[in-house]
C-alpha cells in the first residue's frame, strides 16, 4: 500500500491561504477516493473533502466555497487549496486513502 507524507502547513493570519500537499510513495491512479480530515486539539478527526478518481469532490460544509481539493495522478498528489481561512480552521490535518493515513500537517490560524 502507498505511504503518504502531507506537506505545507503552517501558520498564518485570519483571511489567508495555505495549499496542503500530499505525496503519495506510489501510484495513485487506481485509488478510487482520496480524503483530505482534520482533528483539533480535544475533538474527532472529520473529514474535510474527499475527491474521487473521476474528480468528483465532496465538501464539509463548514469548508464549502473557502476549500478546494484536487489530485495529480500524474504525480501521484492531491492538493488542499485552502482559502479565507479562520481560526476555526485550527487543526492537524492528514491526508488518506481506504488503506492508510498520512502522518498530518499542523495548519494554525492566527493573529
Known amino acids: 500500500q502507498v505511504q503518504l507524507v502531507e506537506s505545507g502547513g503552517g501558520l498564518v493570519q485570519p483571511g489567508g491561504s495555505l495549499r496542503l500537499s500530499c505525496a503519495a510513495s506510489g501510484s495513485i491512479f487506481s485509488i478510487y477516493v482520496m480524503g483530505w480530515y482534520r482533528q483539533a486539539p480535544g475533538k474527532q478527526r472529520d473529514l474535510v473533502a474527499s475527491?474521487?478518481?473521476?474528480?468528483?469532490?465532496n465538501y464539509a460544509d463548514s469548508v464549502k466555497g473557502r476549500f478546494t481539493i484536487s489530485r495529480d495522478n500524474a504525480k501521484n498528489t492531491v492538493y488542499l487549496q485552502m482559502n479565507s481561512l479562520k481560526p476555526e480552521d485550527t487543526a492537524v490535518y492528514y491526508c488518506?486513502?481506504?488503506?492508510?493515513w498520512g502522518q498530518g500537517t499542523q495548519v494554525t490560524v492566527s493573529s
Open positions: 475527491i474521487t478518481s473521476i474528480g468528483r469532490v
Open positions: 488518506k486513502t481506504p488503506a492508510t
